[in-house]
């Protein structure tokens, strides 16, 4: 028997711990039995009666207002991503349903991954998999060969931790963006596979996704430890692809004239697919 979910009211309590008390003009510390808020803070701060949003946290009021949840949010100090995610949590946003174009890479982006010949580029579908690469990335990617989905990648490879140095980064970094893709996109069946099964072979993936944050991928710097060519550093950059939503495309580029881009490109010479 499957307990009934209460995604909100799990999220609100989870952001709710993450808010110093100070930052909100609060006293902290002192006899405070919980981190962060109490729900009679928010309470006050966002404007509500107590009692509505212990509801809200115990799942016994499930029809918020889309007022209530903006006052709750600024209460919370939700970035846009998190705040966005706590809307569809409440079922205010429109979701993203199933599309037959999520897994199929339009021809003019495939051929847009070649206009970054000194760059990785490569597109991921809403549950992390790999659905194309150019050249630069196939190479960089080769240690993974045979396993096409990044997020079981990070947890179950056996190089992966020795491939990318800032694993624990990387993997937060990683779920966190599956966890606002797994609200865009409540119904998708690979998205919600995929994360039983990490959550039921994985402890760390368990523990990251239990921290109930969402927030997409950005601009980020990645140390990837090759094994043919060495440490190489890339800043990532993740664009949205508009007329395939849930796709992203990712470019890792390196410092032009680096030692990261001369073994780049070495590495991309000599790779050859299997």
């Not at 070649?114 to 990785?120: H, I, L, R």
């Amino acid at each position: 028997m499957v307990a009934t979910s209460n995604g909100l009211g799990d999220y609100l309590r989870a952001q709710r711990a993450r808010v110093d008390p100070r930052d909100v003009g609060l006293r902290g510390g002192g006899d405070r039995r919980v981190s962060g808020l109490r729900r009679e803070e928010i309470a006050v701060l966002a404007g509500v009666s107590v009692d509505y949003y212990a509801r809200l946290e115990q799942g016994r009021e499930r029809n918020p207002s889309a007022q209530v949840l903006d006052a709750i949010g600024r209460a919370l100090r939700l970035d846009l991503d998190a705040r966005g995610h706590l809307f569809r949590l409440a079922g205010l946003n429109p979701s993203l349903g199933p599309t037959s174009f999520r897994d199929s890479v339009h021809p003019e982006l495939l051929r847009l991954l070649d206009a970054f010949p000194t760059s990785a580029a490569y597109v991921l579908n809403p549950a992390f998999d790999v659905l194309a690469t150019n050249n630069v990335a196939a190479a960089l990617l080769s240690p993974f060969v045979g396993t096409v989905n990044m997020v079981r990648v990070l947890f179950q490879h056996p190089q992966a931790r020795t491939v990318f140095p800032d694993w624990p980064t990387l993997t937060e970094s990683v779920v966190h963006a599956l966890r606002l893709n797994a609200g865009l996109f409540p119904d998708d069946p690979e998205i919600q596979s995929l994360v039983a099964d990490m959550g039921r072979g994985s402890p760390e993936f368990r523990t990251l996704w239990a921290n109930q944050s969402a927030r997409g991928l950005t601009r980020m710097f990645k140390v990837v430890q090759h094994p043919a060519a060495g440490r190489i550093e890339l800043t990532y950059q993740t664009f949205d692809v508009r007329d395939a939503p849930g796709q992203q495309l990712l470019v890792g580029m390196p410092e032009p004239g680096s030692r990261s881009a001369e073994a780049l490109a070495a590495l991309a010479t000599t790779y050859s697919p299997a």
